[in-house]
């Protein structure tokens, strides 16, 4: 939730990743409920097997990452807004290294020194560049996950799943094939609203007039600065052939 909260604010314009690979994430209630079924059948059974990959999702429910930033950024925009965003939330997935990092020296590393600086001569204490080092550095880490296909075996999970009566398999959600994925991430975005950036309900109504605002200021500066892109490439062209 902490890439959603960081791209919902307009600090992440970049993420270095494969938008194709899927991304092995289930909620947490189905795996501790995979655990303590898991334990049960393994103290239960003679030779039972030894790898039980309960937290990752059966390969009929995964989600691509794009899939998934895709429906969050769709969330953040139009339903669940955080206050106090930096930019309009957009960017890039890409698998090459070297354009990431071009798009964070420029989208990132950038536009936090030069807010630094203004904050620094307003006399107020600059955190920009110490909150892109940070998710630099977590991002370093998130990149081993995102950039590789992962595939885990579920197979013994499933048969597992398949011994259960159907009582137990509504008490114990091993598969959570029937979880509505936008509204489950709608509640993740408010409990992050809520309970990690103090932002109360009472707030949306701002939150998303504040959004349109930086929608049509983000479209107004890119549509401005293609125009005076194409103006200057005109008047050089004028030039050269003059």
Known sequence: MGLFVAAGKGVIRS????????ANMVPIDATVSGLMVL?????KTKNPPYIFNACVPQKDIRM???EIMNLGREIIETKAPFNGILWYPGGTMTKSRLYNQINFVLFQLIPAI??????FIFGYK???YNI???IRKGAEMFEFYTTKPWDF???NVELIRDKLTEAERKTYVLKPDKINVREYLFDCMMACRRNYLKETDDMLPAARRNMKIMFCLDRFIKIAFFVLLAYYIYKLKDYVFS
């Open 15 to 22: 993420m270095y990743m494969d938008s194709n690979s899927y």
């Open 39 to 43: 334990s049960w059948y393994y103290l």
């Open 64 to 66: 691509t990452w794009e």
């Open 114 to 119: 030069f807010i630094d600086a203004l904050l």
């Open 126 to 128: 600059p955190i920009l």
């Open 132 to 134: 892109q080092m940070r």
């Open 153 to 155: 075996e579920t197979t």
